[in-house]
C-alpha cells in the first residue's frame, strides 16, 4: 500500500492552523472580557467639572476612578470618590471628600466640624465654611451613610445642601485615585499648601 506524505502533511498544517486560529481567537476574547471587567468593575476615568474642589483638583483634570477600592477596603475619612448624584431631571456625577462616617453625629458650628461633639483637625488648611447648611443642627448618620463636604467649602453643593444631603454607600462609585494630568496620587496632592506658598511669597514680593 503507497502512503500519501503530501495528504498527511496538508492534514497536520491544517490542524496547526485551526490551532493558531482558535488561540487567537480566545486571546481576543480574553482581552475583551479583562477590558469589560476593568470598565466596569475596575477603573474608569473621569473629567472634574467646576472649581468645587479647587485647590485639590481644578476644572478639567482628568482622574482615574479605582472602583474596586471599597470592594476590598472600607471607606475612610478624608477619601476623595466619586457620587452618583440624583438630580430632578437627571442623574450626574461628583467628586467630594468624605467627612463623616455610618453612625457617627457631625454638627458645622463657626465655621468648624464637629464629629460626635469634638472638633475636627482636618488634613488641609480649608477655608473656614460661611454656611453649615443642614449640619447647623446635629445629623446622626445611619449605617450606610457618609457626611461628604467640597474642599473649595463655600463655592459647592455637598451634604450641607438639601439637594444632596448625606450619601448613600450603593451611591459611592470609587475612589478618587490617580491625577492623571500629572499622574500623581490624589491622597498625596497638598494643593492648599502650594496656595499658601503662593500667598506667602506674593506678600514677601510685595513688601520688598
Not at 445611619?142 to 448613600?168: H, P, Q, T
Not at 492623571?180 to 506674593?202: A, P, V, W
Request: with cysteine; proline share 1%; aromatic share 10%.
Amino acid at each position: 500500500m503507497k502512503y500519501d506524505f503530501n495528504l498527511e502533511n496538508r492534514r497536520e498544517t491544517g490542524r496547526r492552523i485551526f490551532k493558531k486560529a482558535l488561540i487567537a481567537v480566545a486571546e481576543v476574547a480574553a482581552v475583551v472580557f479583562l477590558a469589560f471587567i476593568i470598565t466596569h468593575y475596575g477603573m474608569e476615568t473621569f473629567t472634574v467639572a467646576g472649581q468645587y474642589m479647587s485647590p485639590t483638583l481644578n476644572n478639567g483634570d482628568k482622574i482615574l476612578v479605582n472602583k474596586m477600592s471599597y470592594r476590598i477596603h472600607s471607606i475612610k475619612r478624608n477619601d476623595v470618590v466619586i457620587v452618583k448624584q440624583s438630580g430632578s431631571e437627571h442623574n450626574y456625577y461628583s467628586v467630594e471628600r468624605v467627612i463623616a462616617l455610618p453612625g457617627e453625629k457631625i454638627q458645622i458650628k463657626d465655621g468648624k466640624v464637629y464629629i460626635n461633639g469634638k472638633e475636627l483637625e482636618e488634613k488641609y488648611d480649608f477655608p473656614k465654611m460661611e454656611n453649615g447648611g443642614l449640619a447647623l443642627e446635629d445629623v446622626t448618620l445611619d449605617a450606610d451613610e457618609y457626611f461628604v463636604l467640597c474642599d473649595n467649602r463655600n463655592n459647592g453643593e455637598d451634604s450641607r445642601n438639601a439637594n444632596v444631603g448625606n450619601i448613600l454607600k450603593e451611591n459611592i462609585v470609587g475612589k478618587a485615585w490617580i491625577r492623571m494630568n500629572t499622574l500623581e496620587f490624589i491622597s498625596h496632592l497638598d494643593g492648599f499648601e502650594e496656595e499658601k506658598e503662593q500667598k506667602e511669597r506674593e506678600a514677601s514680593s510685595e513688601k520688598s
